[in-house]
Each structure stands twice: as C-alpha cells, then as structure tokens.
C-alpha cells in the first residue's frame, strides 16, 4: 500500500513541504506563491515601519528636550530651516516660516496669523500622517485577503484529489492523503501570510495615533507660545 505514495511526498518522519509544493496543481501553485509574495512583501514593510517608528520616536524626544531647554526660537529655526525635518521638527519649521513671511516688509501681517500658523501646522500633520500611514493599507488587504485566498487553493486541491479517487476508482488513504496535504497546505500559507500582517497592521496604526496625537498636542502648545506674542507685538 505505501508503495503507492511518492516517496517525496512521506518520507520517513514526516513530511516534504517543498514536495508538497511542486506536486500540486499549476493553480495551486500560483497561490501558494502569491501567498508567499505577500508575505515577504509584508515583512518588509513590518521591518521598514519599526524602523520608522522607532527613529521618529526619538527624533521627536531630541526635538523636545531642545525645544523645552530654554534656547531661542530664532536659534533653533536656523538650525532646522535647511535639514530635512520630520514630526514635531517639520510642525516648528512650518510655523516658524509662517511666523517670519508675516513679519517681512514695513508693514507686518498680523491680522489673521494666527489663524495661518494653525492651519500650516494642521497641513503638516497631515502629511505626517500620511507618511506614516503609508502602505499599512497593504497590510490589512493582506490580513483580510490571504486566509480566502489560501482557501481558493485549498478547495482547488480537494476538487483534484476527488477527480483522482474517481479515476481510480479507489478511496484509499494513499490516494486521497497526497492531494488533500497539498490542499490544506495553502491554507497554511494563507494564514501565515495574514497573521502577521494583522498583528502588524493593528500595531503600526496605534503607533500612528500616538505620534499624530503628540503632535497635536505640540502644535496646540506652540500655537499658544506664538500666540503670546502676536498679542504683545500687538
């Protein structure tokens, strides 16, 4: 009887994945390869954006223990004006330069800056959140999508190992067993796919609330620090 089942297929001790692979059906295959893509396509933005995260965290605490030490504002403008600035950084810059074109030639605008300086920082929060949502959308499609997709290639590879019981005309374990390993095991894979990817996905998008909501909070401080201002230059 087991002379009947490839050896590749169940070896002693267990069982051959990559045999499992290249014995199934050509749309098998095609899933469990575009399982497989999207899985290191997740992993890559999952290692990209933990380093994002990470950098942008202590870019924003370096940013505020200079902001908070006491040195001027004029200071720290020129020393951020001409860097390629992000998070709590790019939301000073931002108003700094807002602040300094309404206060070039004779006659200050200061009319409505206030206004202006909150709406310029409320753009560039928005662009950082942009940034930092970017591609998490790949990984919630991954997450919702890949179980259905494995589970495509799942019923294909049951509906094959039925067509082979019929063609010989045999319910025997040796028969059925290879098609329907092959079967589940793109199931396997589509689940391999989405787990990460949802874990990642809810993970990433609580990191983004948190880094939007700090800069919310800096934004209403330093609109209150300018306002000051504007009313004693007034």
Avoid at 150 to 173: C, D, H, K, P, Y
Wanted: proline fraction near 3%; glycine fraction near 8%.
């Amino acid at each position: 009887m087991n002379d009947l089942v490839p050896a590749a297929i169940a070896p002693q001790g267990g069982v051959s994945f990559i045999a499992l692979f290249w014995h199934a059906h050509i749309v098998v295959k095609i899933v469990m390869f575009g399982l497989i893509g999207a899985s290191v396509w997740c992993w890559a933005i999952v290692i990209d954006k933990f380093m994002l995260f990470g950098r942008i965290r202590r870019q924003m605490n370096r940013f505020e223990t200079v902001f908070w030490s006491g040195q001027s504002l004029e200071d720290l403008y020129g020393t951020l004006h001409d860097r390629k600035n992000h998070g709590l950084a790019a939301l000073f810059v931002a108003a700094m330069q807002e602040w300094k074109r309404s206060h070039e030639g004779a006659r200050p605008a200061l009319a409505s800056l206030q206004q202006r300086i909150d709406r310029v920082m409320d753009l560039t929060i928005q662009r950082e959140s942009e940034r930092l949502e970017s591609r998490l959308l790949v990984l919630a499609s991954v997450g919702s999508a890949a179980p259905f997709i494995g589970l495509f290639g799942t019923v294909w590879g049951i509906m094959n190992s039925f067509q082979a019981i019929a063609a010989s005309e045999s319910t025997n374990l040796a028969v059925v067993a290879p098609g329907i390993a092959e079967a589940l095991f793109a199931t396997a894979l589509g689940l391999l796919a989405a787990i990460p990817a949802v874990i990642a996905y809810n993970k990433f998008s609580s990191d983004v609330g948190k880094s939007v909501a700090r800069m919310e909070g800096f934004a209403d401080e330093f609109s209150a620090i300018l306002s000051r201002q504007i009313d004693e230059r007034s």
